[in-house]
């Protein structure tokens, strides 16, 4: 089966950088859709970037973009999460989201059917 571990949470100072780490094991393909969702107390889980591990460009959500950088370890089906600009309302639990296969048309939603990490907490205080 497919595990994803997150690494690189903790809490920052508003104005402040973060890089989010997902390394992933089990995966047979560099076939998938790889990124990172949000959730913050009292909010929905919300899509904030992912790609094509098998090539192509990230996609962003609106807050995300401009801020934050997904990429991806050549080769691998790991993927890593740049912040920078953190405001407070950046604060959430994010959690690694791997598909089960994709042809390529990765999107910001849950299928239902994804792999997910245990999550890592982002904390941005005034």
């Known amino acids: 089966t497919v595990r994803l571990v997150e690494s690189g949470g903790g809490s920052v100072q508003a104005g402040g950088s973060l890089r989010l780490s997902c390394v992933s094991s089990?995966?047979?393909?560099?076939?998938?859709?790889m990124g990172w969702f949000r959730q913050a107390p009292g909010k929905e889980r919300e899509g904030v970037a992912v790609?094509?591990?098998?090539?192509?460009?990230?996609t962003y959500a609106d807050s995300a973009k401009g801020r934050f950088t997904l990429s991806q370890e050549p080769g691998k089906n790991n993927v890593y999460l740049q912040m920078t600009s953190l405001t407070p309302e950046d604060t959430a639990m994010y959690y690694c989201?791997?598909?089960?296969?994709?042809?390529?048309?990765?999107?910001?939603?849950?299928?239902?059917?994804?792999?997910w990490g245990q999550g890592t907490q982002v904390t941005v205080f005034s």
């Open positions: 989201m791997g598909s089960r296969g994709s042809g390529g048309d990765c999107a910001l939603e849950d299928d239902g059917l994804s792999f």
């Open positions: 790609l094509y591990t098998g090539g192509g460009t990230p």
């Open positions: 089990g995966y047979e393909y560099l076939s998938n859709c």
